[in-house]
């Protein structure tokens, strides 16, 4: 894949997720809230902002790669996917399924995620 639909490919998949996760606050606050107790709901809220969060970071890391080209940054967006489906997706499900047990996938999600960020950083300090 070239330089130019990496980045592309990574705008739009941030761009989806960061809509996805209005789309599911708005969900969780007028459809959720009658039918959620309040734990579950904040589990919900959890989900939908972390998933915000990365799917901005993964808009970030598209400018980055244009920003930085030499630098292989696309790999911190794609653990960004990866970590986004595991932490969100996970917390979606105990919230909506009740089924607990999909929490001890969550902190996997959550490393993930992390690693996405030091990963981003250490690269593009090295640019300098």
């Not at 705008?11 to 959620?36: N, W």
């Not at 959890?46 to 990365?54: D, G, I, L």
């Given at each position: 894949?070239?330089?130019?639909?990496?980045?592309?490919?990574?705008?739009?998949?941030?761009?989806?997720?960061?809509?996805?996760?209005?789309?599911?606050?708005?969900?969780?606050?007028?459809?959720?809230?009658?039918?959620?107790d309040?734990?579950?709901?904040?589990?919900?809220?959890?989900?939908?902002?972390?998933?915000?969060?990365?799917?901005?970071?993964?808009?970030?890391?598209?400018?980055a790669v244009?920003?930085?080209?030499?630098?292989?940054?696309?790999?911190?967006?794609?653990?960004?996917?990866?970590?986004?489906?595991?932490?969100?997706?996970?917390?979606y499900?105990?919230?909506?399924?009740?089924?607990?047990?999909?929490?001890?996938?969550?902190?996997?999600?959550?490393?993930?995620?992390?690693?996405?960020?030091?990963?981003?950083?250490?690269?593009?300090w090295?640019?300098?």
């Amino acid at each position: 894949m070239s330089r130019k639909s990496d980045t592309s490919l990574l705008l739009a998949l941030g761009s989806f997720i960061a809509g996805f996760a209005i789309a599911g606050g708005a969900f969780g606050a007028h459809f959720l809230k009658d039918v959620l107790d309040p734990s579950m709901l904040a589990v919900f809220d959890t989900a939908t902002r972390y998933q915000m969060y990365h799917g901005l970071g993964l808009c970030v890391v598209a400018w980055a790669v244009d920003r930085y080209p030499e630098k292989r940054l696309e790999p911190s967006g794609w653990l960004f996917l990866v970590g986004i489906m595991l932490f969100s997706g996970s917390l979606y499900g105990v919230s909506l399924t009740g089924m607990r047990w999909l929490g001890a996938v969550t902190p996997i999600g959550g490393v993930i995620l992390l690693v996405g960020w030091f990963l981003l950083g250490y690269r593009v300090w090295r640019t300098r």
